[in-house]
């Protein structure tokens, strides 16, 4: 299996891997929702992803260096608080609240964040077509925080609030790994180590942990999934497509995100999206795509063959 997709062209193995990285991140969602809605906490969920993937990611911080970017350990510690646990308890617990589909409120806050963090402070050029796709994003906005159940209006709405906080801190933890320039790989070792480390004791002795053995089969593939085939293999096959394809071409594959979660929630949560809901998604799956620069980069490159 392995010399035969190494004989595949560099393009198709790119492509193999980009999109093993889109499912296993759509799938987080999907699979987040389902155990925050039967009989898992978000405290238990996150225990498992980074009590797994601290562990699987120990011997490569120790290799790389427990310091990282200008801050050294408060540097790692820094991105553990922004992409560790605070990002994953809120994001799950909003998933208890809302419905699946409304996670695409993570990605456009991350994009909006990203993208206006990377003009003002680290002076990223930008276009017309980067400020159209932030402008479709806050449509794609508008229509999630309106799609809400009359009955369940307060209780949605603070599901939206923690799905837009969590995406504020990635979005900072975007910013900060572009403005340090740290390796990916040591970058998650260090935020699962670390958010492993401080968390795991507060989550044993204060936040009162549901896994038993009514549910361990449950909480076992919550750490498989999450912190394995989530945190571990989806990032490096990530980092790999990005090798292959190169960066822009790469992240031109997660607006597929959004559009995989809503149809995978249907049949699986029994989540059936509205129009509005549909038309919030679609808006901030092209939104993320257009912001990507990827549009502008395929339209340069045609312009320069033409001419």
């Given at each position: 299996m392995?010399?035969?997709?190494?004989?595949?062209?560099?393009?198709?193995?790119?492509?193999?891997?980009?999109?093993?990285?889109?499912?296993?991140?759509?799938?987080w969602?999907?699979?987040?929702?389902?155990?925050?809605?039967?009989?898992?906490?978000?405290?238990?969920?996150?225990?498992?992803?980074?009590?797994?993937?601290?562990?699987?990611?120990?011997?490569?911080?120790?290799?790389?260096?427990?310091?990282?970017g200008?801050?050294?350990?408060?540097g790692?510690?820094?991105?553990?608080?922004?992409?560790?646990v605070?990002?994953?308890?809120?994001?799950?617990?909003?998933?208890?609240?809302?419905?699946?589909?409304?996670?695409?409120?993570?990605?456009?806050?991350?994009?909006m964040?990203?993208?206006?963090?990377?003009?003002f402070?680290?002076?990223?050029?930008?276009?017309?077509?980067?400020?159209?796709?932030?402008?479709?994003?806050?449509?794609?906005?508008?229509?999630?925080?309106?799609?809400?159940?009359?009955?369940?209006?307060?209780?949605?709405?603070?599901?939206?609030i923690?799905?837009?906080?969590?995406?504020?801190?990635?979005?900072?933890?975007?910013?900060?790994m572009?403005?340090?320039?740290?390796?990916?790989?040591?970058?998650?070792?260090a935020?699962?180590?670390?958010?492993?480390?401080?968390?795991?004791?507060?989550?044993?002795?204060?936040?009162?942990?549901?896994?038993?053995?009514?549910?361990?089969?449950?909480?076992?593939?919550?750490?498989?999934?999450?912190?394995?085939?989530?945190?571990?293999?989806?990032?490096?096959?990530?980092?790999?497509?990005?090798?292959?394809?190169?960066?822009?071409?790469?992240?031109?594959f997660?607006?597929?995100?959004?559009?995989?979660?809503?149809?995978?929630?249907?049949?699986?949560?029994?989540?059936?999206?509205?129009?509005?809901?549909?038309?919030?998604?679609?808006?901030?799956?092209?939104?993320v795509?257009?912001?990507?620069?990827?549009?502008?980069?395929?339209?340069?490159q045609?312009?320069?063959?033409?001419?």
């Amino acid at each position: 299996m392995h010399n035969y997709f190494n004989s595949l062209s560099p393009r198709t193995r790119g492509i193999s891997l980009i999109l093993f990285s889109v499912f296993v991140w759509a799938g987080w969602t999907i699979v987040s929702s389902y155990g925050v809605r039967n009989s898992l906490t978000a405290y238990d969920i996150t225990a498992m992803r980074f009590g797994t993937a601290g562990l699987i990611l120990l011997p490569i911080l120790l290799k790389k260096g427990l310091r990282l970017g200008p801050w050294g350990i408060w540097g790692g510690l820094w991105l553990a608080f922004m992409m560790g646990v605070p990002f994953n308890i809120l994001a799950i617990w909003a998933m208890k609240f809302s419905p699946a589909s409304h996670a695409a409120l993570i990605n456009i806050t991350m994009l909006m964040v990203s993208t206006v963090g990377g003009i003002f402070l680290l002076r990223e050029k930008t276009n017309a077509l980067k400020v159209t796709g932030v402008v479709i994003s806050l449509a794609g906005v508008v229509c999630l925080l309106a799609a809400t159940d009359a009955g369940n209006h307060d209780i949605m709405l603070l599901g939206h609030i923690m799905f837009i906080v969590s995406g504020s801190l990635w979005g900072i933890y975007t910013l900060s790994m572009k403005i340090w320039k740290v390796d990916p790989l040591h970058t998650v070792a260090a935020v699962c180590v670390y958010s492993a480390l401080l968390y795991i004791p507060i989550y044993v002795l204060f936040l009162n942990p549901q896994i038993g053995a009514h549910n361990w089969q449950a909480a076992t593939f919550q750490g498989f999934y999450q912190g394995l085939i989530n945190s571990v293999f989806a990032l490096l096959c990530f980092n790999r497509a990005v090798v292959l394809l190169g960066a822009s071409t790469t992240t031109a594959f997660l607006p597929l995100i959004p559009a995989i979660v809503t149809l995978s929630a249907i049949p699986v949560l029994g989540q059936v999206p509205t129009e509005l809901e549909w038309a919030g998604v679609a808006l901030a799956s092209g939104g993320v795509f257009l912001s990507s620069g990827i549009l502008g980069k395929w339209l340069g490159q045609k312009e320069n063959s033409a001419a």
